[in-house]
């Protein structure tokens, strides 16, 4: 059994070794993989696995020997999934890994936001504080977090993780989801339709897929209903959100600040009006990137291997 990964690099960058995998097949290994090369390499193969190389039904129709393609990830859309299940070839996912690197994450970007930790951490450094007058400055007041309301779109794991890191933090928590599963146990919580999160929100984060239906759902007329006190934080996928809107209402002060660790294109292009948008925080997709969470990927994905390979293929997509 031949195992071909496409892209492995952002899972094992070398701390988070492949052997579990060695022991299931003969493995090959690409850091990365170019479009054109992927027919070369996958040829053989009868598992691919990919993190963000796209296989495309083209592509697919071009590697006759794949019996089972493992995605190192949640999100699969970088798989023709329709495809595949017309050629028989079962698609696997990761549904949960990264849950509390994801959540940790938003609250990293949340609290630069309210306090501008490595602003004041530079202007200590450059001799303000040693120059001041006063036993303290600030750049900007300090944001208390208690009494605020945090909207989250899309409360499955994540979301509702980050309800409970919210929770703990005195805010009152208000969600939107497609369906109204078992209410967190916490108070003050409640549900709510997505208009009515965005408009209430003090700070509003997307935990939600990326569908055909929701595509730029975060747009110019969205942007309107927020409060310009408001905080954007997105860490679920860039193409939820129209980014030359929201850059815009950054730079005409609708909203207080933004935080994405996502983009529509990755890498970000250098003409993504976000760069130089005010007020605004980019970190390149590292929300998922712990190592404990790149080590629950890689025992699950070795474990979706295993289930392929006993017949019994599980986390299924199509």
């Not at 995605?71 to 595949?84: K, Q, R, W």
């Not at 979301?159 to 208000?174: I, K, S, T, W």
């Not at 993504?272 to 980019?282: F, N, V």
Request: aromatic fraction near 6%; glycine fraction near 8%.
């Amino acid at each position: 059994m031949t195992i071909v990964v496409l892209d492995g690099y952002t899972l094992n960058p070398g701390d988070n070794p492949w052997e579990a995998l060695t022991r299931l097949g003969t493995l090959q290994v690409y850091d990365r993989t170019p479009a054109e090369l992927i027919v070369p390499r996958a040829r053989a193969a009868q598992i691919v696995l990919t993190n963000k190389t796209v296989l495309t039904a083209a592509t697919l129709a071009q590697l006759p020997t794949v019996r089972f393609i493992g995605v190192l990830a949640t999100g699969y859309n970088v798989v023709d999934v329709a495809a595949a299940r017309a050629r028989g070839i079962p698609v696997s996912n990761v549904p949960e890994y990264g849950t509390d690197s994801v959540a940790q994450h938003v609250f990293a970007l949340l609290l630069e936001l309210c306090h501008h930790v490595g602003a004041h951490d530079a202007a200590v450094k450059a001799g303000e504080w040693t120059g001041s007058p006063d036993f303290c400055f600030w750049r900007s007041s300090p944001i208390e977090l208690a009494g605020l309301t945090m909207g989250i779109v899309g409360f499955g794991r994540i979301g509702r993780r980050v309800g409970e890191l919210a929770h703990a933090f005195g805010m009152r928590v208000l969600a939107a989801n497609r369906s109204h599963r078992e209410p967190p146990p916490y108070q003050p919580f409640a549900w709510a339709e997505v208009a009515e999160v965005c408009a209430q929100a003090d700070v509003l984060t997307l935990h939600c897929p990326l569908t055909a239906e929701n595509a730029q759902f975060v747009n110019r007329e969205l942007l309107a209903t927020m409060k310009p006190t408001a905080f954007f934080i997105n860490t679920a996928r860039g193409g939820l959100v129209d980014e030359a809107a929201l850059a815009a209402a950054l730079n005409a002060g609708g909203l207080a600040g933004a935080a994405v660790d996502v983009v529509s294109v990755e890498p970000m292009r250098p003409d993504t009006p976000l760069l130089t948008a005010r007020h605004c925080i980019i970190t390149p997709h590292i929300a998922w990137a712990s190592l404990a969470a790149r080590r629950r990927l890689m025992a699950e994905t070795v474990r979706n291997v295993e289930a392929f390979l006993a017949g019994r293929p599980v986390n299924v997509v199509n």
